[in-house]
């Protein structure tokens, strides 16, 4: 069967956003700049903005953001890093770019790091962490900061699926946005991502002046200015067609991610009888966090029989990740001599429902209905 109902709808698929994102691209041939110009200086000033109390830098993707935000604080070759052992595979990849060696770190059940078990991975040559907000929901930024502090490691939240997401701090008294509590924020505008672009786009925002200017040299040759480079850099630059396109949107992300919100609450509260070991939905938001709903993503211990279920009604589905970062070929030996039982069964239970801003009301319906029915069987 088609699927009628696919897992994410972009907004650059919207008609009149398609009208508007014409008008930004006409801006940009009619300018004859575009690398680095007017519109990436103008994005880069309206992100930092609505983060709050940092300044950035648009650069080529989220795994450069990673990259480069390590690189900022001096991690490099002969460096381990933490990451979490079930995400993207993307997060290590931005380590390895940057020449260092990622370390696992086993998971908790909410998907975050289990900090528990987390100095099982220092060693005296771990210089830095990445804490990864995974799918809209930020992890516990309070104690992973007194961790990394205790430990003068240096962070770079991997805030590819957060945009927008909020976290309370307590020793701040205040909500903070992803991305700007640690040293380095990383951001993905891949288009399937909360603010997508057109293509590969990522960025970089940090409360430091001096790591900003790093950062700046980094991405383009390591130019202090222009054909005098300070530093060894790297070509990772945001071009003018994805910054104009990201301007179309970052106005509208807050309202499509209370969307998001809107759907994720519908799921909760129609699935919420069915809860049961075999059936684990995520956690709402509690006092400390506010989540964007990158993904809705549940845990079914018959995956199998549910996902048969949706691909009958024609209803998409993902499977984020199917295998965690320490069963994959070429990450198992940065887990070596340790185990990471929770991280492989989230990945042997997890699915992704449909979810995005632009998923109507009979699509919402008719996806509860088909996993309720799932649920009432098991
Ligand atoms: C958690 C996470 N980190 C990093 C990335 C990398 O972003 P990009 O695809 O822009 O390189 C992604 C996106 O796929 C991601 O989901």
């Known amino acids: 069967m088609d699927v009628e109902i696919p897992l994410t709808k972009l907004w650059l698929q919207v008609p009149e956003e398609q009208e508007l994102v014409a008008l930004a691209l006409q801006r940009v041939l009619a300018s004859g700049s575009y690398i680095l110009g007017r519109e990436v200086a103008a994005f880069e000033e309206e992100f930092s903005a609505y983060l709050g109390g940092v300044c950035g830098v648009g650069v080529a993707s989220g795994t450069d953001a990673i990259m480069l935000g390590l690189l900022a604080g001096g991690v490099g070759v002969g460096d381990e890093v933490l990451v979490p052992a079930f995400g993207s595979g993307a997060t290590v990849t931005g380590v390895l770019a940057a020449g260092a060696t990622p370390v696992l770190a086993?998971?908790?059940w909410e998907f975050g790091l289990d900090l528990e078990r987390l100095s099982e991975a220092l060693t005296p040559?771990?210089?830095?962490?990445?804490?990864?907000?995974?799918?809209?929901?930020?992890?516990?930024?309070?104690?992973?900061l007194a961790f990394a502090r205790a430990h003068q490691l240096w962070v770079v939240e991997d805030c590819a699926q957060a945009h927008g997401?909020?976290?309370?701090?307590?020793?701040?008294?205040?909500w903070c946005k992803a991305g700007t509590m640690g040293d380095v924020g990383a951001f993905s505008f891949y288009p399937t991502k909360?603010?997508?672009?057109?293509?590969?786009?990522g960025f970089c925002c940090t409360a430091c002046p001096v790591v900003l200017e790093r950062l700046r040299e980094l991405r383009q040759y390591g130019w202090r200015v222009r054909d005098d480079s300070g530093s060894a850099g790297r070509n990772s630059r945001l071009d003018e067609v994805q910054a104009a396109v990201l301007r179309v949107a970052l106005p509208k992300l807050d309202a499509w991610n209370a969307r998001r919100t809107v759907i994720a609450a519908y799921y909760q509260e129609g699935l919420r009888e069915f809860c049961s070991p075999d059936m684990i939905l995520p956690l709402p938001d509690d006092s400390r966090r506010k989540s964007v709903w990158h993904l809705f993503v549940v845990r079914a211990r018959l995956r199998q029989r549910l996902t048969g279920g949706l691909t009958g009604r024609g209803?998409?589905?993902?499977?984020?990740?199917?295998?965690?970062?320490?069963?994959?070929?070429?990450?198992?030996?940065?887990?070596?001599?340790?185990?990471?039982?929770?991280?492989?069964q989230l990945a042997a239970e997890v699915l992704s429902l449909p979810l995005s801003p632009f998923l109507g009301e009979s699509c919402r319906r008719k996806v509860l209905a088909v996993v309720a029915e799932f649920c009432r069987k098991i």
Do not use: C
């Not at 499977?319 to 492989?344: E, M, N, W």
């Open 106 to 108: 086993e998971v908790g």
């Open 125 to 144: 040559r771990t210089r830095a962490i990445v804490v990864v907000h995974l799918f809209g929901r930020m992890d516990e930024m309070t104690p992973i």
């Open 165 to 174: 997401a909020g976290y309370w701090s307590e020793p701040l008294q205040r």
């Open 194 to 201: 909360n603010l997508g672009g057109m293509g590969d786009g």
């Open 315 to 344: 209803i998409g589905f993902g499977i984020h990740y199917p295998k965690a970062l320490s069963q994959q070929t070429a990450y198992q030996p940065f887990g070596a001599g340790r185990v990471f039982p929770v991280a492989q």
